[in-house]
């Protein structure tokens, strides 16, 4: 049996981290920055070294002086109490893929470098057992509800492609539900490009036969046939029939109702998917869905938005003039247009009111960063240091067409609180890949210091503080793992 880490979630999500009652000397609620843990004996600061905060997990937080050390981390009740090592598996040539929860315990998925075969470990096993039903190869693994889904490499070729009949790189899919004792299932082969529709996968093979799968029985239904390249999010299904790969026909369909219309021709087809030769790589070709506005969008060469159409009736958008698209998020795109002189301007289209605002217009080598829109008006970044991503927060107001200085310092790296304050990470002028985490307050400008010399602040929660930090501070005066609170507003 080995000792697994806890797995790291994504930077912006907040763990949740349950404190005991019955627990000894809680530090929580927390009134304030304290340290949960001293590095153990003997530890001495690396300036190479790669500290982290790996996650939190049922209330414990994960760490590490140094990253480059995989043998063992540690961990520490959020609220309190003694850290822990724990040994990590230190075969070198062992990779963790993947863990699942189960009713009958966490599961391990390994693949061995060497003998190319899938392990399966859970805590109730003396050690990882190769999971039976899949052949030895290079194995990537990746989540699905209650199971994992394996891919195979079969047939190497352009893997940013995920299109049909044109000599891409095609897959082997198998999925395992967890329990060692069963062999993993086989679903699909051949396949080009996959993706999730509720539960069941759609899984497109070579020869352009687009198949619903159901990932826990396996059970196949094709639902089209002569499919060149396709888009899904459920239930719109937009796909492209396999022609003659100079202009071919797009089609929109429902998957609830097998509806189905006409939306465009492609004509740049062997410019896409990666095969522009100025970008190569490129995503021409894809569709992006935006299901709150109903709406999806064609990338087209150039990087420019060669389409929009409504989800609900298929109709067709005007795009206004652009250059490239840089943003479409939030229900807004914003384009970028190259004028004469080294000019650029940027412009804000509501695709839904059809609403333009050109926000910026001036020298190239002076382009802001777009940070976020509201309906009133736009924030942005104005430069002052652009190798570091720092400068000053500017306001565009739609209504008066006027420019404003909202605070004098600012970084691109930064969240946005519910009550409106940003949490922003400055670079620690005390040491590389440090920061000082900041909270700011828009509305009186005020900058408040959470933590200096801070390495990878980690947001969580825990039963009784709404929102707290952990970090990890080796350069202070008292070096460990440190926690504090959010001042209220």
């Given amino acids: 049996m080995l000792c697994r880490p806890i797995l790291a979630a994504p930077l912006i999500a907040l763990a949740v981290a349950a404190c005991q009652p019955d627990e000894p000397a809680s530090l929580c609620p927390l009134t304030g920055p304290v340290r949960l843990a001293a590095p153990p004996d003997g530890w001495a600061f690396d300036p190479a070294a790669e500290p982290e905060v790996l996650g939190v997990e049922d209330g414990r937080i994960a760490f590490t002086y140094d990253e480059r050390d995989a043998t063992s981390h540690w961990q520490i009740d959020a609220c309190g109490g003694e850290p822990e090592r724990v040994e990590e598996d230190a075969i070198p040539y062992r990779e963790q893929l993947r863990t699942l929860d189960t009713p009958a315990g966490e599961v391990t998925y390994y693949l061995d470098e060497l003998t190319q075969k899938i392990l399966v470990d859970r805590d109730d096993l003396p050690e990882p057992q190769v999971l039976a039903g899949l052949p030895p190869a290079d194995y990537r693994a990746d989540y699905w509800p209650d199971r994992i889904v394996f891919v195979r490499n079969e047939k190497p070729g352009t893997p940013t492609g995920y ?79 396999m022609g003659d790969d100079v202009a071919e026909p797009v089609y929109l369909r429902d998957l609830d109702t097998g509806s189905e219309r006409p939306l465009l021709i492609n004509d740049f087809c062997q410019r896409s998917w990666g095969r522009d030769p ?51 998020d939030d229900g807004i795109v914003v384009f970028e247009t190259f004028e004469p002189g080294e000019t650029v301007s940027f412009k804000l289209w509501d695709p839904v009111t059809g ?135």
């Fill in 278 to 328: 100025d970008f190569p790589g490129s995503n021409y070709g894809s569709w992006g869905f935006d299901h709150e506005t109903g709406l999806a969008g064609l990338s087209g060469p150039g990087y420019k938005l060669a389409a929009m159409h409504r989800l609900a009736d298929g109709a067709a958008l005007e795009i206004p003039a652009h250059d490239q698209w840089e943003i479409w």
């Fill in 163 to 241: 299109a049909a009949g044109l000599g891409m790189a095609t897959y082997t899919l198998y999925s395992h539900d967890g329990d060692p004792a069963q062999p993993a299932l086989f679903l699909a082969d051949g396949v080009v490009r996959s993706d999730r529709h509720g539960l069941d996968l759609l899984a497109l093979r070579d020869d352009g036969e687009l198949r619903r799968v159901d990932v826990d029985t396996g059970e196949t239904t094709i639902l089209l046939t002569g499919v060149r390249a396709f888009s899904v999010s459920s239930p719109s299904l937009i796909w492209q029939e």
């Fill in 355 to 489: 609403a333009e605002h050109v926000w910026y217009r001036g020298a190239f080598a002076d382009s802001p960063a777009f940070l976020a829109h509201d309906g009133d008006g736009i924030d942005y970044l104005v430069f002052t240091d652009r190798d570091a991503w720092l400068g000053s927060l500017w306001r565009y107001d739609f209504a008066s067409g006027r420019h404003a200085e909202v605070l004098p310092r600012m970084s691109y790296y930064h969240s946005r609180l519910d009550d409106g304050r940003y949490i922003v990470r400055f670079p620690s002028s005390d040491l590389d890949g440090a920061v000082d985490l900041v909270v700011i307050d828009r509305d009186t400008g005020s900058y408040t210091t959470l933590a200096e010399r801070a390495h990878s602040p980690w947001p969580l929660r825990t039963d009784e503080d709404q929102l707290a930090y952990a970090w990890l501070d080796l350069l202070g005066p008292e070096p460990g793992l440190w926690m504090t609170p959010l001042p209220p507003k």
